[in-house]
């Protein structure tokens, strides 16, 4: 079936600094792709998205390339802040009448420190 | 212009208890996804619902769980005796089918089986 994996955590990184943080999927057919944040104490936000091959989804610094040769969707960032600090979720939506059916990655946790 | 509203936000249970839990989507959204997150994991469908319909169940477990979602009030995710396995983060979401299809998210209900 449909899956989504990300790089474990957590990452730690200084402030300023350049994150990556990647994200793979398998699927059939022609998913949408996600990246939702989780602030600590918050319900899910979502940060950015791509609905087809090639389009970049950015949101506050943030980009994601859906990249269907490598079934991949990594998120970057130029230069991280104390306030990016968060759990990241990839996910996918497979069903077009069923767009909130989300299959998630199991979230990678952001440090950043001053 | 509230969110959408989950509560309770902590919630304990003795083994063998019914926890019962709601969702109240954004103004004017009339769908509604659960989702739970057992801890180190990503989030996983349960179900969804439009009011007064179930949509989809699929992510379920066959037994002790239900939801529904009633011409008024919120929609309610029930377990009936619930066992230690059940301690997760539910999560709640709405969509509305006219917008951006853009699920939003609450900030979760945290149920912790004794």
């Known amino acids: 079936g449909d899956s989504v994996t990300q790089m474990e955590g957590p990452v730690t990184l200084s402030e300023e600094a350049f994150l990556t943080i990647n994200c793979t999927y398998t699927?059939?057919?022609?998913?949408?792709l996600f990246w939702y944040v989780q602030y600590p104490g918050e319900g899910l936000q979502l940060l950015l998205k791509?609905?087809?091959?090639?389009d970049k989804g950015s949101n506050k610094g943030f980009e994601a390339t859906y990249r269907k040769e490598t079934t991949s969707f990594h998120l970057e960032k130029g230069s991280v802040q104390v306030s990016d600090s968060a759990v990241y979720f990839c996910?996918?939506?497979?069903?077009?009448?069923?767009?909130?059916?989300?299959?998630f990655g199991q979230g990678t946790t952001l440090q950043v420190k001053p | 212009n509230a969110g959408v509203m989950q509560n309770p936000r902590h919630l304990v249970r003795r083994r063998g208890q019914e926890a019962r839990l709601r969702c109240s989507p954004m103004?004017?959204?009339?769908?509604v996804y659960w989702y739970r997150q057992l801890p180190e994991e990503g989030l996983k469908f349960m179900v969804y619902?439009?009011?007064?319909?179930?949509?989809?169940e699929s992510g379920m477990p066959k037994e002790r769980f239900s939801a529904e979602f009633p011409k008024e009030g919120p929609s309610i995710l029930r377990i009936q005796q619930v066992v230690r396995g059940d301690s997760a983060a539910y999560f709640c979401?709405?969509?509305?089918?006219?917008?951006?299809?853009?699920?939003?998210f609450g900030e979760g209900s945290r149920l912790t089986v004794l």
């Open positions: 996910a996918l939506s497979a069903g077009s009448s069923n767009t909130g059916k989300l299959i």
């Open positions: 791509a609905t087809k091959a090639d």
């Open positions: 619902l439009q009011k007064e319909n179930i949509i989809d």
């Open positions: 979401a709405s969509f509305a089918w006219s917008g951006t299809g853009e699920l939003f």
């Open positions: 699927a059939t057919g022609y998913p949408s």
């Open positions: 103004k004017g959204h009339s769908h």
